[in-house]
């Protein structure tokens, strides 16, 4: 029992080593793609939307980025945690902050824990999700009067700009491929598990 604790821990010691690696020709990549993706949503928030000043780029599309252009194999990374982990958490925000009072030490707790469960339910759990659901209800009358208009714009349509980003500068080389069905860690995770079947039959 206690070799294939020690064993397991092993394995799980070197995967997130190798997860953690970064070629340093990856990094431009990175920069690159996280700069276009913000620069579009900024370029169209202040040529578009002045009116709204910074509404349309919100503090959770920065979270995002780091994610989807800096750790693309992650499973919060893909797309279907990316654009609906940001459009549930703002519609768990939207609605906090509609039924509720505006008493920000019970709105602002209840919606970042609540966008977490919808999200595990829904199977989009985003981390900067959590962020989008707090900025719904703490974010003064400029997020409150959009409604639920704030899940559209600048929420979804934020993030598929995100998500188009990363789709044309993380399949650019040969090394980055987004989305990704499976992380290196899942990877591993199956092949012992897979091994260790084998084992048990022979």
């Not at 604790?5 to 990175?30: A, G, K």
């Not at 169209?44 to 920065?62: A, D, Y």
Request: charged share 15%.
């Amino acid at each position: 029992m206690k070799k294939q604790i020690y064993r397991q821990l092993r394995v799980y010691r070197y995967v997130f080593y190798r997860e953690t690696l970064v070629d340093p020709r990856e990094h431009f990549w990175s920069f690159i793609g996280a700069f276009v993706g913000i620069f579009i949503i900024a370029f169209i928030q202040s040529q578009h939307l002045p009116i709204l000043e910074n509404v349309f780029l919100i503090g959770s599309f920065g979270a995002s980025s780091v994610l989807v252009y800096g750790a693309i194999q992650s499973p919060l990374a893909q797309p279907r945690s990316l654009v609906g982990g940001h459009v549930v958490s703002a519609f768990v925000g939207v609605t906090i902050a509609r039924l509720l009072p505006d008493i920000i030490w019970l709105t602002a707790p209840l919606a970042v824990a609540s966008s977490i469960v919808f999200m595990q339910i829904t199977r989009t759990l985003h981390p900067p999700g959590g962020a989008t659901a707090l900025i719904a209800v703490a974010s003064g009358t400029k997020i409150s009067s959009l409604g639920y208009g704030y899940i559209v714009s600048p929420v979804l349509s934020g993030t598929l700009i995100l998500l188009c980003t990363a789709l044309v500068f993380n399949n650019i080389t040969a090394k980055r491929h987004y989305p990704v069905r499976y992380s290196r860690l899942r990877r591993s995770r199956r092949r012992h598990l897979k091994a260790k079947r084998l084992g048990k039959r022979y």
